[in-house]
């Protein structure tokens, strides 16, 4: 693909990812596609991974709410994926960093995960030790990581530290994924921050709705949101309460211009199904 191409498909990105052209043009591949799902085999599964942690919560919640990190769905957090990494831009990086590599044994997060190396209160560069796959959490709007890294944080485990007992039964404790399973779970993943430019749909980082629809009334459980977002192999089903609507994610996932490549969508009398190839995604209302 031609320069002139990659930068066509940035800036068609941008209008509804929200990142800066900088930061979507990082992200663009070697064809003619907007990137969110072109991803290294292990960068995938530790996408898919992270949905689980996001989108569980609440007593309806499947085991991974224990984790917290969905509290992260209430921070202002602009999502950037690239093949090799995902990253995320906050404004508060440090808290960002903090709700997913672990402080010790008491205070578990996203399985396996360990700061590799930060820039204090700037930028911090994650590795998933389980996958190898890495997750950038920076304040820059550019996506970028500048200045020179170190581990010097008490508050978050580093590469140094193995994993803990505990992690590895949760890690063990997750069920299979098909592979195109995981780029559906990825797919809810990277797109938690995102809005068409038509305003058809809007994720609002799942706390809010930017469309600012139903004369601005908060849905139903919108201050304590239940969610649950599980399934095993090829089948899977996500329900929620409060942001955002139900049909606003299956249009995500099935946009023309920025959904998953080959994902059908399907409304049924419960809410919609997106399938891709083999494998589905049940959305209920």
């Given at each position: 693909m031609s320069n002139s191409g990659k930068k066509q498909a940035a800036r068609s990105r941008m209008k509804y990812s929200g990142e800066l052209y900088e930061a979507a043009l990082a992200g663009i591949p070697n064809d003619r596609t907007h990137g969110l799902d072109s991803c290294a085999p292990r960068q995938r599964q530790l996408n898919?991974?992270?949905?689980?942690?996001?989108?569980?919560?609440?007593?309806?919640?499947?085991?991974?709410?224990?984790?917290?990190?969905?509290?992260l769905t209430w921070y202002t957090i602009k999502v950037s994926p690239r093949?090799?990494?995902?990253?995320?831009i906050a404004d508060a990086?440090?808290?960002?960093?903090?709700y997913l590599v672990p402080s010790s044994e008491n205070f578990l997060r996203v399985p396996g995960m360990r700061l590799k190396g930060g820039v204090f209160g700037s930028a911090y560069v994650l590795e998933h030790v389980p996958t190898g796959a890495q997750l950038v959490v920076t304040g820059r709007s550019s996506g970028k990581v500048?200045?020179?890294?170190?581990t010097t944080d008490l508050r978050m485990l580093s590469l140094d530290t193995p994993l803990l007992p505990e992690e590895k039964r949760l890690y063990a404790a997750l069920p299979a994924m098909a592979d195109d399973a995981q780029t559906l779970l990825a797919g809810i993943a990277v797109r938690m921050s995102m809005a068409d430019p038509a305003r058809r749909w809007a994720t609002g980082?799942?706390?809010?709705?930017p469309l600012e629809r139903m004369g601005h009334a908060e849905?139903?459980?919108?201050?304590?949101?239940?969610?649950?977002?599980?399934?095993?192999?090829?089948?899977?089903?996500?329900?929620?309460?409060?942001?955002?609507?139900?049909?606003?994610?299956a249009f995500a996932l099935t946009d023309p211009a920025i959904g998953v490549r080959g994902a059908k969508l399907s409304t049924r009398r419960r809410g919609y199904e997106v399938s891709l190839k083999g494998s589905v995604l049940k959305i209920r209302r």
């Amino acid at each position: 693909m031609s320069n002139s191409g990659k930068k066509q498909a940035a800036r068609s990105r941008m209008k509804y990812s929200g990142e800066l052209y900088e930061a979507a043009l990082a992200g663009i591949p070697n064809d003619r596609t907007h990137g969110l799902d072109s991803c290294a085999p292990r960068q995938r599964q530790l996408n898919a991974i992270l949905a689980l942690g996001l989108f569980n919560r609440g007593d309806e919640g499947a085991p991974p709410k224990r984790w917290t990190i969905n509290a992260l769905t209430w921070y202002t957090i602009k999502v950037s994926p690239r093949w090799n990494r995902l990253v995320f831009i906050a404004d508060a990086p440090m808290n960002v960093a903090q709700y997913l590599v672990p402080s010790s044994e008491n205070f578990l997060r996203v399985p396996g995960m360990r700061l590799k190396g930060g820039v204090f209160g700037s930028a911090y560069v994650l590795e998933h030790v389980p996958t190898g796959a890495q997750l950038v959490v920076t304040g820059r709007s550019s996506g970028k990581v500048t200045g020179r890294l170190s581990t010097t944080d008490l508050r978050m485990l580093s590469l140094d530290t193995p994993l803990l007992p505990e992690e590895k039964r949760l890690y063990a404790a997750l069920p299979a994924m098909a592979d195109d399973a995981q780029t559906l779970l990825a797919g809810i993943a990277v797109r938690m921050s995102m809005a068409d430019p038509a305003r058809r749909w809007a994720t609002g980082n799942w706390y809010w709705d930017p469309l600012e629809r139903m004369g601005h009334a908060e849905v139903e459980g919108y201050s304590d949101p239940q969610r649950r977002l599980w399934g095993e192999g090829d089948e899977w089903e996500a329900q929620w309460t409060g942001y955002p609507y139900a049909q606003d994610v299956a249009f995500a996932l099935t946009d023309p211009a920025i959904g998953v490549r080959g994902a059908k969508l399907s409304t049924r009398r419960r809410g919609y199904e997106v399938s891709l190839k083999g494998s589905v995604l049940k959305i209920r209302r």
